[in-house]
């Protein structure tokens, strides 16, 4: 009578067991979906694609009038499964204009006309207006020169904060093709490069 008790309890966790671990073993994880978002479940809201897969220009007006500018809060990436991350996170009054193409060397500095010689194969170039990363002479991003050890972007730097001009260019060992996409609350733009 005990064993089969003991037969029973130890079916009864075994069930729950599998039960609880069912999600776990069964999901896929997308890795095309942006990983800067909360679930469409808590945010309600879908990132919007500006642009899918290219190589070529990705450009959009923001609407915003020049007298008004978004403050670029944060600068930040990632390596994810195919592709490599990069997130410029935005204050209100949301995102600003953008432009993303691939630029020739030597990249320069906006003000001082100063060359970069960045490592890589390609710099893809990232321009937002109006935008700003300081606001009140304090920079609104501390660190504008990021070193990374990510399988395309090897460096990611500031080049230009300048009348409501903010343009950072992205070093890629290739300049393979990227997508841009756009999430709010924070307002973002996330631009992901094929690796």
Known sequence: MGSQYNLRLLTVLSVCLCLALLPACTSKENHDAP???SPPAATGQAP???AGWT???VSRSSGLPQSRFSLLSNVRAAGHAGYDRIVFEFSEPGIP???LEYIDEPVRQCGSGKALYLPGDG???MKFTPAR???QSMTTVADRDMYLRLPVVQRLV???DFENRVVWVAAVAEPNRYRVLTLDDPPR???DIHH
């Open 133 to 135: 990363m300081h606001h």
């Open 55 to 57: 190589a070529g220009i």
């Open 189 to 191: 733009v996330v631009v």
């Open 97 to 99: 204009g953008l432009h």
């Open 123 to 125: 710099w893809l170039e």
């Open 158 to 160: 500031a080049t230009c």
């Open 48 to 50: 919007e694609v500006v």
């Open 35 to 37: 990983s800067d978002v």
